[in-house]
Nanobody
Framework: VQLQASGGGLVQAGGSLSLSCAAT????????MGWFRQAPGKDRVFVAA????????FYADSVKGRFAISRDNAKNTVSLQMNSLKPEDTAVYYC??????????????WGQGTQVTVSS
């Protein structure tokens, strides 16, 4: 399985970016898909995730109301729309494919990461 993330870049505070992640090698099936991020010198942390049907979503408190995660099971892609970006959103963003249909199943595969930089 390969997860290919794209869409990162440089944006001013208050701006928007959209990230996309395409999976090859297998379909998502019923697995949870998500996004994590890692800022310089910090641990990788959870950002957002959603279940196979797309109705159930999970967000870190720091991004609630600003970020929106979505998936297209037919295209095997998951996206992250990021609005009202802040300098503290600067990080490398990783997409993730979980082992199963619940958050507790844990991450099975990671994408290669895409850099998001928000200038003040």
């Amino acid at each position: 399985v390969q997860l290919q993330a794209s869409g990162g870049g440089l944006v001013q505070a208050g701006g928007s970016l959209s990230l996309s992640c395409a999976a090859t090698g297998r379909t998502f099936g019923s697995s949870v898909m998500g996004w994590f991020r890692q800022a310089p010198g910090k641990d990788r942390v959870f950002v957002a995730a959603l279940a196979w049907g797309g109705e159930t979503t999970f967000y870190a408190d720091s991004v609630k109301g600003r970020f929106a995660i979505s998936r297209d099971n037919a295209k095997n892609t998951v996206s992250l729309q990021m609005n009202s970006l802040k300098p503290e959103d600067t990080a490398v963003y990783y997409c993730a494919l979980y082992r199963g249909a619940t958050m507790n199943s844990g991450v099975a595969y990671w994408g290669q990461g895409t850099q998001v930089t928000v200038s003040s």
